[in-house]
Structure formats: C-alpha cells, structure tokens
C-alpha cells in the first residue's frame, strides 16, 4: 500500500511565523502535489514537483514556496504565515505512469492566528 | 465559471438506498474521470476512475461517463452507514502532465 505520511495533524501558528509542512511517500513516486481544501471552494493545487529539485507553481502559490531535495519528502512553507491561510493542507503522490492516481496523506489542519 | 461543479450537498438517505453523485464539467479535453472519498479529518482515497465515456463497476459502486453531456455519476448501491463521507470528483486531461481538476466534493450523510 502507497503510505503518505504529514508531519503533523494539527498546527498552531501565529501571524508572521514561517511554518513548514513535510510530506513523505514511500513508493519511490515522482510526482507529489500541495494543495490546500477550504469549505465551498475544494482542493486548490499550491504547488506540485515532477521530481527531485523540479517544482512549479501550480494554481495559489502567492505566500508558499517548497522544497524537494529527495525524491520521497516534498516541503510547504509558509515564508509568513497570515490568517488567510488558515486551512487544511494535504499533500499527494503519484505514479508518472498513472497520471489519474493520486495518493493522499492525512492532511494538515493548520490554523493562523 | 468552475471548470467542474459538483453539488456540495449534505444528501441524506437511509441505509440501504441507491444514492446518485454528480458532476459537471464545461473543458472538453478531461479524458480520466476520478471518484474520491473522504472521511471526515482524512485526506481523499481513490475510489474509482474511468478513462473517457462508458461505465464502471466495482462492488456496489458505478461510475458513470457521459462525454456528449459533460456529465459524470457515480452511484452507490445498498448504501451503508459506513459510506458517509464527502465524495470528490476529479478530472485530466491525457497528454503531458496533468493535474487534477477537482470538484468541491458532495457530503453525503446515510442513517440506520
């Protein structure tokens, strides 16, 4: 089974902390994904890598940047973290083979104050 | 306009009904239809996806393509207690890399 791991459930953060978010897959998956959920408006794709070192914006990525220096562990970061971005947060992995397949983790509910 | 709109619900229905879940999606290149779950305080699982138009089955579960209508279904049958949870539609194109285009997901609630 494809394991995608967050480091943490819940996060409280204050307004101007840099946060990050870590994310590891254990089936050696080129693709991985941020996106963020919020009620009404879905899943929103943040940022998402093709590989080790490759990323791109996807479609909010204003107030985030990532990291990926090995290929199994993709990192959010908040560079200044504002209430607007109290949200959940999960993370995904893919197969490049089977571009339909996303495999996500448990998420992060991450609240700014 | 959203790309893909999806009611978000709550539909409620008791044990045991046929439940129907929808959407709808206006970009004619979506070629692989994907069903989500999530339970609620997880991430979404895979449920089932179908590449182009034509219908899947899996257990209780049909997933339902109507290109010409730009129209997906998913339908659960004998449905359970355990099936409570928001269902999320999901869309690609084919060529290249593709993201996902997702639906803002239907809560659906199934009583004893």
């Known amino acids: 089974d494809v394991k995608v791991t967050q480091s943490s459930r819940y996060l409280v953060k204050r307004t101007g902390e840099k946060v990050f978010l870590e994310c590891v897959q254990d089936?050696?998956?080129?693709?991985m994904f941020w996106y963020r959920q919020d009620p009404g408006l879905g899943l929103r794709l943040i940022y998402f890598?093709?590989?080790?070192?490759?990323?791109e914006k996807g479609d909010i990525p204003e107030g985030y940047s990532v990291s990926r220096e090995k290929k199994e562990r993709f990192s959010l970061i908040l560079e200044s973290a504002s209430t607007n971005q109290t949200s959940m947060y999960l993370c995904?992995?893919?197969?490049?083979?089977?571009?339909?397949?996303?495999?996500f983790g448990p998420g992060t509910r991450l609240t700014v104050t | 306009q959203k790309e893909v709109e999806q009611d978000p619900g709550p539909l409620s229905v008791p044990e045991g009904a046929i439940v129907s879940l929808n959407c709808t999606y206006s970009n004619s290149a979506f070629q692989y239809f994907m069903w989500y779950r999530q339970y609620s305080r997880k991430g979404p699982e895979l449920l089932m996806y179908t590449y182009s138009s034509g219908n899947k089955e899996d257990g209780r579960f049909t997933a339902q393509v109507d290109k010409s209508s730009k129209y997906i279904s998913l339908f659960i049958r004998d449905s359970q207690p355990s099936d409570s949870a928001t269902y999320l539609c999901a869309m690609s194109g084919y060529t290249g890399f593709q993201k996902l285009v997702f639906g803002t997901g239907t809560r659906l609630l199934v009583s004893p």
């Open positions: 089936m050696d998956h080129e693709n």
């Open positions: 890598s093709y590989d080790v070192k490759m990323k």
């Open positions: 995904a992995s893919r197969p490049p083979a089977r571009q339909n397949e996303q495999y």
